[in-house]
Each structure stands twice: as C-alpha cells, then as structure tokens.
C-alpha cells in the first residue's frame, strides 16, 4: 500500500465546503490553484501544526503530484514549497 492510500484511510473526514474555502483563500493569497486533495491535506495539517504531520502532508502532496504527471524531483519540491508557505 502506497503513502496516497494509507493517509487517505487514516485520514479524518473533512467538510467539503472547507476544502472549497482553503482552495480559494490559497488562490486570493499565494496566487497558487491547488486540487481537492491538495486542499483536504493542506486543512488537515493547518488545524493540527506538528513535525511529523507537516513531513507526512509533504510526502503525501508529492505523491500526488507524481501519480498526476510531476517529475519526482520536482513534485516533492512544490510540495515542500507549498506546505511551508502555508504554514508560515
């Protein structure tokens, strides 16, 4: 079983009218469109700020880049990127 599916079974259900909201707000604010699942992990990880969510939300955000088409370097660059930036 891969990181994408693991997290997504262990994953604790999220409203979808959040995610919709996240995805907006990160567009007004860092210019960036995000996915569903992008969003679902990024509200996830901004109510419950630890290192091993943070690493795990990285991992998990650069599977799914990789399984939409990013090279892997890459992937898990925009996904360290885009988790920080979030955060900070």
Do not use: C
Not at 40 to 66: G, P
Not at 67 to 84: F, I, S
């Amino acid at each position: 079983m891969n990181i994408y599916q693991r997290l997504r079974r262990e994953g604790e259900y999220v409203p979808g009218f959040l995610i919709k909201l996240w995805q907006i707000r990160i567009k007004e604010k860092f210019g960036v469109e995000v996915d569903s699942d992008i969003a679902e992990v990024i509200v996830k990880i901004v109510h419950e700020r630890s290192t091993w969510k943070t690493s795990r939300a990285e991992k998990y955000i650069a599977a799914l880049l990789k399984a939409k088409g990013e090279p892997k370097e890459r992937a898990e660059n925009e996904a360290k990127d885009l988790v920080r930036t979030i955060l900070e």
